[in-house]
């Protein structure tokens, strides 16, 4: 806090100076660490340590002006100050930004200190390691095109004229491992894990190993499927990146854009299956990267988005509250225009499910393991979505790999299809989500000469975590 209190002063003092009444500072500073491999050696190593600041300020005609800047310094922060008051003067007069009403009440503390970094030869040895193991899983196993393994320490900080002080920092450190197989005669098939955790020595390196590894196999003894409708279960994360995709629903600025599939009279209304209920939980004791305040200093706390099938809620900053006559829920993001996103998704059961489902006994169903192309694939203003994906058709019990498919549907009669939440709910990187059913959704198998060029040559893997 020290360093904050440090700011704020000689910003007030500048400020003063300049004769600026009405001011705020939100900033962070990040230093990173990360390494890739490529057959037993170090492929890249890359260390970075970035600071920024963006500064806004309001004049006497209450019309706001902003700039950002990466020279912290008393100097620096005096000529953002300055630039900040002048684009004030050209500011827009409507729907004019202002401070959080939130911005000074009590946040949630969390014990998440800073760890102390690993050297980066721990981190190539680890990697190394992790490569080595997973080529020597199955003989199909030629490479492991796309790893690595990353730690980072961020400190956030927000201040305004109005004596609000916000600070935090945490660590943070991810492993992605993806793998590909080369067989005479066969296709290459291909499979990834990630897992995030504190700190480098707490990080389940084995686990994204053993996971990578299995699903890659599981992928070798593929098929062509026949099109048709079937039953489907989503993986936790096939599920939320598909939420994620039209978050539009939920949020706030979208709506009021006329961006969204919802409308301000859409509270209260029935979007989804009883059985489905969803919260944007930042402060969720699974949520390494857990913020405990915005870009605005607005508190952060678990809202609900859906319960038992109902919408239920919105995700605001201060202006978009302002102009729905609601509360900020802590979800804006700082830039040259103020945005709205979210934090960490909580999906789980509603109401209890008249009848349940297991993979262990599931005949002719679905598993959808990965969805790609969402940038392409994925009508958000219209609601619907077709998307190549990779899974496993699911008979007895047994997974057999699918050559290449696409499911396609519309996301608000997907969720009102949904027939199980199941009970036990798996960390992804963009929220904590159990196995997801649906009663049916078009499936076409798709010949290999018949992806479109766009699905064929785009992946939605990250080649870094």
């Not at 503390?109 to 080529?135: G, R, Y």
């Not at 990965?370 to 619907?384: F, I, R, T």
């Amino acid at each position: 806090m020290a360093k904050i209190d440090q700011l704020a002063t000689y910003a007030q003092e500048r400020a003063e100076k300049l004769g600026i009444h009405k001011f705020d500072l939100y900033g962070a500073t990040v230093d990173e660490t990360s390494v890739q491999v490529d057959q037993g050696e170090p492929k890249q190593v890359k260390a970075s340590n970035r600071s920024s600041i963006t500064v806004r300020v309001w004049n006497s005609n209450h019309t706001m002006g902003i700039t950002s800047t990466t020279d912290v310094d008393p100097n620096g922060v005096e000529l953002a100050l300055k630039t900040a008051y002048e684009a004030s003067l050209f500011g827009v007069k409507e729907h004019t930004p202002d401070f959080s009403p939130e911005a000074t009440l009590p946040k949630t503390d969390i014990a998440a200190e800073p760890t102390a970094p690993a050297p980066v030869s721990t981190l190539i040895e680890n990697l190394v390691a992790a490569e080595k193991a997973l080529l020597s899983a199955h003989p199909a196993i030629k490479g492991v095109p796309y790893n690595g393994l990353a730690q980072r320490d961020l400190e956030r900080f927000y201040l305004n004229s109005e004596g609000a002080r916000r600070s935090e920092s945490r660590s943070v450190a991810s492993v992605y491992l993806y793998s590909k197989t080369e067989e005479v005669g066969k296709k290459p098939r291909s499979a990834g894990a990630f897992r995030i955790s504190r700190s480098v020595d707490q990080l389940d390196i084995q686990g994204c190993l053993k996971e990578a590894a299995e699903k890659t196999i599981s992928h070798l003894n593929y098929q062509k499927i026949a099109s048709g409708n079937y039953r489907v279960v989503f993986s936790p994360e096939a599920f939320l990146s598909l939420l994620g995709a039209f978050s539009n629903l939920f949020n706030a600025q979208s709506i009021l854009d006329k961006q969204s599939l919802s409308t301000p009279q859409s509270l209260g209304t029935q979007i989804a299956s009883p059985l489905l209920s969803v919260c944007d939980d930042a402060l969720h004791r699974s949520n390494v990267g857990a913020e405990t305040f915005d870009g605005e200093g607005t508190p952060t706390r678990r809202i609900s988005l859906i319960d038992q099938g109902i919408l239920t809620g919105f995700l605001h900053s201060a202006g978009t509250a302002k102009r729905m006559q609601a509360q900020p829920t802590g979800h804006a993001n700082m830039g040259a225009k103020v945005t709205v996103s979210p934090h960490f998704y909580h999906v789980f059961p509603g109401i209890a499910a008249a009848e349940t489902y297991a993979v262990a006994t599931a005949e002719k169903v679905i598993w959808i393991d990965d969805l790609q192309a969402l940038h392409a694939g994925v009508q958000a203003l219209q609601g619907s979505f077709s998307l190549p994906f990779d899974g496993w058709l699911v008979t007895g019990g047994e997974r057999i790999s699918i050559e290449s498919a696409t499911v396609a549907g519309d996301f608000r009669a997907l969720l009102q299809s949904i027939i199980y939440v199941e009970p036990i709910a798996e960390l992804t990187p963009s929220g904590i989500c159990p196995r997801i059913w649906v009663e049916s959704l078009a499936i076409t198998g798709v010949l290999s000469f018949q992806v479109p060029w766009f699905f064929a040559s785009v992946s939605s893997h990250d080649p870094c975590p």
